[in-house]
């Protein structure tokens, strides 16, 4: 298995540039989420989904769209890139199954936006 | 004020050394703790979980909570080099379909 994977692994925008950033996982889990991780300010939520068919707002949504393609695919886009994204974005999964929400994460995607 | 705080470190210690790493949270209500240890450049991964009040220990990590002071700790015994991550505390909060994650502190051990 897998687990989460993410693509592309970097990228390089500038400003005003759209993008979209990949996510897939293969154990079957309902939730999945997308993190943005500055310095000093850890794991922020952008967007998650509980199932699929289903979206929500993180702590950090504006300037972002997701999509839940299906079962194992959550999407994040940029639709016009800012500075202020430059960050590195983690997607996970949740399985539902554990009271604690055990979150397993991807490798991450390294943006900037210049 | 966030919901899970903790000192980002660095916290820079020799081999061998009892390490001490600390949350704080804000909401009494809160009754699952998490540490996930995140290597540099890699996702953050789960190293334990406990519930409510007391210790769980699983090797040499020790976990504990005390809930009269909203504080949480993670204790490394005989710490390792391959110890060196960032140490983030979490918790589901009182929705528990998201996590709350702390900022993390980042462990350096030195040979």
């Known amino acids: 298995n897998a687990g989460v994977t993410q693509t592309p692994k970097f990228q390089v925008l500038k400003t005003g540039q759209s993008m979209t950033l990949q996510c897939a996982q293969d154990?079957?889990?309902?939730?999945m989420y997308w993190y943005r991780q500055d310095p000093g300010m850890g794991l922020r939520l952008i967007y998650y989904?509980?199932?699929?068919?289903?979206?929500d707002k993180g702590e950090v949504p504006n300037g972002y769209n997701v999509s839940r393609l299906n079962k194992r695919e959550f999407s994040l886009r940029l639709e016009s890139a800012a500075p202020s994204q430059t960050s590195v974005y983690f997607c996970?999964?949740?399985?539902?199954?554990?009271?604690?929400?055990?979150?397993?994460f991807g490798p991450g995607t390294r943006l900037t936006v210049l | 004020q966030k919901e899970v705080e903790q000192d980002p470190g660095p916290l820079s210690v020799p081999e061998g050394a009892i390490v001490s790493l600390n949350c704080t949270y804000s909401?009494?209500?809160?009754?699952?703790f998490m540490w996930y240890r995140q290597y540099s450049r890699k996702g953050p991964e789960l190293l334990m979980y406990?519930?409510?009040?007391g210790n769980k220990e699983d090797g040499r990590f020790t976990a504990q909570v005390d809930k009269s002071s909203k504080y949480i700790s993670l204790f490394i015994r005989d710490s390792q080099p391959s110890d060196s991550a960032t140490y983030l505390c979490?918790?589901?909060?009182?929705?528990?379909?998201?996590?709350?994650f702390g900022p993390g502190t980042s462990l350096s051990v030195i040979p």
């Open positions: 996970a999964s949740s399985g539902g199954d554990r009271v604690y929400n055990e979150q397993f």
């Open positions: 154990m079957n889990h309902n939730s």
């Open positions: 989904s509980a199932s699929e068919g289903t979206t």
């Open positions: 909401n009494s209500a809160f009754q699952y």
């Open positions: 406990t519930y409510s009040s």
């Open positions: 979490a918790s589901p909060g009182t929705s528990y379909d998201k996590v709350i």
